[in-house]
């Protein structure tokens, strides 16, 4: 089955530096990478998603890259502010029709 | 439009009692999934539905785990009986489309079970 990897586990920057979040998959059949938010006690949010045809989209702050060959896909958060603390999801959308999260990265910023 | 609703959002029970979660999708969405997230790591699918039937039930343990749809809509997930590392919450998500081709699943606030 789908193994997705999260790292780092804790990231802890500086308000207005940049954050970066990185996974890995192993099913090569996977074509759809969306990352999630959460706040303490809160639902997970889809925050920016990117298909296995596209290499990198942006949004506003956010965004994702991914390389297929590698089978890696990053989350990049720039000017970071403190309401941006939460924890990151990422998660891969398998050839069996499956999502399958990461483990979760806690982003915390320091004003 | 209403997100997806869920009841309750906590819930205490000693260890061997029985439990039951609601889920409410969100109108229209015809796929329902119930996921266990347990604290400090992502939610795990437990179970998928696609209008009143059963997509994929892989991971869900089958010995102590039941989960209906019956008309296609509202959804329950039982645990009996339950053990200490049952502890999770549980998330239940819906999505409008056909589970072959991703769409977008939008969560509901989940139930905390703590199991003692």
């Known amino acids: 089955g789908e193994n997705v990897e999260q790292h780092p586990s804790t990231l802890s920057v500086q308000e207005g530096d940049s954050a970066v979040i990185k996974c890995t998959y192993s099913?090569?059949?996977?074509?759809?990478f969306p990352w999630y938010k959460q706040e303490l006690g809160k639902r997970p949010q889809l925050i920016i998603d990117?298909?296995?045809?596209?290499g990198e989209k942006k949004d506003q702050r956010i965004a994702v890259t991914l390389n297929k060959t590698a089978k890696h896909f990053s989350l990049h958060i720039t000017e970071t502010q403190p309401e941006d603390s939460a924890v990151y999801f990422c998660?891969?959308?398998?050839?069996?029709?499956?999502?399958?999260f990461g483990t979760g990265t806690r982003l915390t910023v320091i004003p | 439009e209403a997100g997806v609703a869920q009841s309750p959002r906590y819930k205490i029970i000693e260890k061997r009692q029985s439990v039951a979660f609601w889920c409410n999708p969100i109108?229209?969405?015809?796929?329902l999934y119930w996921y266990q997230q347990i604290l400090g790591q992502g939610p795990k699918l437990l179970i998928q539905?696609?209008?009143?039937?059963?997509?994929?039930d892989s991971q869900l343990p089958k010995d102590r785990f039941s989960a209906e749809r019956l008309k296609g809509v509202d959804s329950t997930l039982k645990i009996q009986p339950a053990k200490l590392e049952d502890s999770a919450v549980y998330l239940c998500?819906?999505?409008?489309?056909?589970?072959?081709?991703?769409?977008?699943?939008?969560f509901g606030p989940g139930t905390r079970l703590t199991v003692l």
């Open positions: 099913d090569s059949a996977s074509n759809y």
């Open positions: 109108s229209g969405h015809a796929t």
């Open positions: 539905f696609q209008n009143n039937g059963v997509v994929d």
């Open positions: 990117i298909r296995s045809n596209v």
């Open positions: 998660a891969a959308f398998t050839g069996a029709n499956n999502l399958f």
């Open positions: 998500a819906s999505s409008p489309g056909q589970p072959r081709s991703y769409n977008e699943q939008f």
